[in-house]
């Protein structure tokens, strides 16, 4: 009898949550049963093929190589399945779902899209933002994620070395001439920002004042109030990009030392087969970041 034929199906959709997720707990969740059931249900499907999938241990469980291959196999076919099924109801064509942090998509993305756009008039792409990280179930395909990554079982790929550099508007900087000056003027400091300006003064052999003028949560927040001539925003130039571009912010101390960092990351889920405009809409997005795909 054909091995298929006799395991039963909900076995096959938990055995792809947890090898997804890599995670019983998580899977359990996903699928509203308890981690208990998750791992019996495991254990009988391994039974019944007489192979090995998962390695267990107290603190978390790994694919086997039968059982990434088995995987693979099985998401490439629940993505056969989801297209036979929109092409018979007539339902629209699914977009590529791209998550990313709020800041990376007002800044750096939104500018750029209307460029894929006319490149791909014929991929569909749905984008939200939010600070939370993507779940790569039947919510998104990729995700542009700031800071380091979660120990997880999806890809990293690192994005650009940011530079963050006091900008100002261009009035403002009239007032700059040395990096003593920035102690008579309001600072606007991104709370979520890795680094904050104690470590550009230190890493310029300065003192670090100890007030800051206004504090936001959204980079693209402090970047407005700098244009709007609020204070000196610490800033990446890769995020203030546009602005400095057109002249509404500008570098008042090029000769100071910038703080140097990859601050964001693309994720997506490890496995071969994705959304037929993944690998279109990831070759774009690196070679706008001048980063070879790979």
Same mark, same amino acid.
């Given at each position: ?110 500018? *750029? ?8 008039? !014929?991929?569909?792409?749905? +984008?939200?933002? %939010? $600070?939370?990280? #993507? ?82 949560? *959204? ?8 244009? !709007?001539?609020?204070?000196? +925003?610490?800033? %990446? $130039?890769?995020? #203030? ?54």
């Amino acid at each position: 009898m054909n091995t298929f034929r006799k395991v039963p199906l909900p076995y096959v959709r938990i055995f792809e949550v947890a090898g997804r997720t890599l995670s019983f707990a998580a899977a359990a969740q996903e699928l509203s049963i308890t981690p208990s059931a998750v791992s019996h249900s495991i254990r009988k499907l391994e039974e019944m093929i007489g192979v090995k999938l998962f390695q267990r241990s107290t603190r978390e469980v790994r694919l086997t190589r039968e059982g990434m291959q088995l995987l693979e196999h099985i998401q490439r076919g629940i993505d056969e399945m989801q297209r036979g099924f929109a092409l018979v109801t007539n339902e629209a064509r699914s977009p590529l779902r791209l998550h990313s942090a709020p800041s990376f998509a007002t800044q750096w993305l939104l500018p *750029r899209l209307a460029g894929f756009v006319r490149e791909h008039p !014929d991929i569909d792409l749905q +984008v939200s933002a %939010s $600070t939370e990280y #993507a779940r790569f179930d039947d919510d998104f395909d990729l995700d542009i994620v700031y800071g380091d990554p979660h120990s997880s079982p999806h890809e990293f790929i690192p994005l650009a070395v940011e530079g963050l550099a006091p900008l100002c508007s261009p009035d403002m900087a009239t007032m700059i001439s040395t990096p003593q000056d920035l102690y008579r003027l309001p600072l606007i400091q991104c709370a979520v920002q890795r680094f904050q300006w104690k470590g550009w003064f230190e890493a310029n052999d300065l003192v670090a004042p100890a007030h800051y003028g206004l504090r936001f949560d *959204r980079s693209s927040m402090a970047i407005v109030a700098a244009v !709007d001539g609020l204070g000196v +925003v610490l800033e %990446s $130039t890769l995020m #203030a990009e546009r602005e400095l571009a057109t002249g509404k912010l500008v570098r008042p101390l090029s000769g100071t030392r910038e703080v140097e960092y990859i601050g964001h990351y693309l994720a997506y889920p490890r496995r071969s087969h994705h959304h037929e405009a993944f690998d279109t809409f990831k070759e774009w997005l690196l070679n706008q970041l001048g980063i070879a795909d790979r």
